[in-house]
């Protein structure tokens, strides 16, 4: 007689966790926010615990999510601190700085919308009185929180 899956499974519930962590590990080198590569780790500790008690699935889930909170409450914050501070490294907001986009409504230092590479932003202009007309190409000066500060990219500059 053969082996019934789901009974294989429930004997080696660490592939279980192996595979999900894989997953997760797969998942992170796409999003790389340094979230789900912790969930992996906890995954891997579930694992662990699976070898060493194979059939208290409890101690494997406890297990696994106090080894992913723990990683993300400590671990998480100091690589994400060490990272911003490569050199070279540029937020995202960072790299608005400076690039071209289109006016999508009537901008004025009250505010209006802009496309910059694909995305709308919120924006003022850099200058108060200034009105940029929806169309006009235009240029990011600086980006204050969410709103990008933005003068008209063929025009004189204030």
């Known amino acids: 007689m053969g082996v019934n ?29 340094l979230v789900l590569i912790m969930l992996a780790v906890g995954a891997l500790a ?11 699935w409890w101690l494997q889930i406890v297990v696994a999510l106090a080894v992913s909170v723990a990683t993300l409450m400590l671990l998480r914050p100091t690589l994400i601190d060490k990272v911003r501070s490569l050199p070279g490294y540029r937020s995202s907001a960072d790299t608005m700085v400076g690039s ?6 009537a901008i004025s230092a009250q505010g209006g ?3 910059v590479a694909g995305q709308s932003w919120s924006a003022r202009t850099m200058v108060p009185g200034q009105v940029i007309d929806a169309g006009s190409e235009v240029e990011v000066y600086e980006v204050d929180g969410a709103i990008a500060v933005v003068y008209p990219k063929h025009g004189e500059l204030p």
């Open 113 to 115: 919308e802009i496309k």
């Open 5 to 33: 899956l789901t009974d294989w499974l429930g004997e080696h519930a660490w592939a279980l966790w192996l595979g999900l962590a894989a997953l997760l590990a797969v998942a992170e080198i796409l999003s790389l926010d």
């Open 46 to 56: 579930g694992a662990g615990t699976a070898v060493i008690a194979p059939g208290l």
């Open 100 to 105: 071209s986009g289109v006016a999508v409504s």
